[in-house]
């Protein structure tokens, strides 16, 4: 959501030549700004990406001197203050203060969509002036913006070999690990080992699908709710990297829940036998999916992995089937 503009606007197609250059000269300058300030928030962990924001800032900072000596020959040495918000129907753009913890990937595409508005901004503008020292700039800016290569290009083309990738690469995988992977494997744990025991203690205790299907419920949103707030709780990202507390307690949470609904929906089946043999084979997915899981993202060897979950899930289990029979 962005905040309303308050007081008059107008439309592209009522702004005089003044006004375009204006706000031509406004757009490069928060253009800039926000390339400046995705410089510095790579800067600790994606350097070289930082420095590719940097020159384009540069470049942003090149066409806006452009732009003021051509205004100030046609129209003196006042620009008004004209941005985006006054101009009715003009495409907004998110606070990149708002976007603390935007990936590398999410920035990127940013980027790549902001040059890419320039470029119509500055066509659209080309057609709407008659000046033709005017129009001349602008078209000349569009055409420099459609020769830049895709940001992601660039960033590959400079930094695609040696051991500039490798670190950022690196460093990109161990952000995703840090702040979805391991959460989501806690919860996905969680939910999947800990909620076998009230599940299968109650459907050995009562024989009855229903009222097994009530308790794995309880048990599996309870659990997610629990570790949730423990996640979000535990740090707040600041000195370990771990991305905003409460992405990382929702990603626990919900695969948490997820982890005991699973082997719990079988008991929708009113049938006792088939659903307790239904939710076992379901089970004996989610500890197969538990060890993939680790030896995929955190360099457990999968046998090492599986053998380690499937004895915790296996003496779970029994411990509830134990106490749904005494």
Known sequence: MFPLTFGPTKRFSELSEREILALAISLEEEDGRIYR?????????????????????????????????????????????????????????????LMKHANLRTIRQIAEDMEEETRNFYLKAAEHVTDLSIRELLVDLAETESQHASLARRLRERYATGEAAAEEEEAAHRRFVLQYVQPGLAGLM?????????????????????????????????????????????????????????????????????????????????????????????VLFELWAIAWIRARYMDTPFLQAAYQVVVGGFLVFVAGILIGNA
């Open 37 to 97: 300030d995705f410089a510095e928030a790579l800067r600790e962990q994606f350097p070289h990406s930082a420095k590719v924001f940097e020159e384009m800032a540069e470049e942003e900072s090149e066409h806006r001197r452009r732009l003021t000596e051509l205004f100030r020959e046609k129209f003196g040495d006042h620009i008004p203050m004209i941005r985006r918000e006054h101009v009715r129907g003009f495409i907004r753009r998110r606070p990149v203060w």
């Open 190 to 282: 969680d939910g999947s080992v800990s909620t076998l025991a009230p599940l299968f203690a109650a459907a050995f205790a009562t024989g009855n699908s229903w009222e097994a299907f009530l308790v794995g419920m309880a048990a599996s949103v309870g659990a997610g709710i629990s570790m949730g707030f423990a996640e979000a709780l535990s740090d707040d990202g600041e000195l370990t990297g771990r991305g905003h507390p409460w992405i990382r307690g929702s990603v626990c949470g919900l695969m948490t829940t997820l982890g005991g609904v699973g082997h719990t929906l079988p008991y929708l089946i009113p049938d006792f036998v088939i659903a307790t043999t239904l939710a076992v084979i379901v």
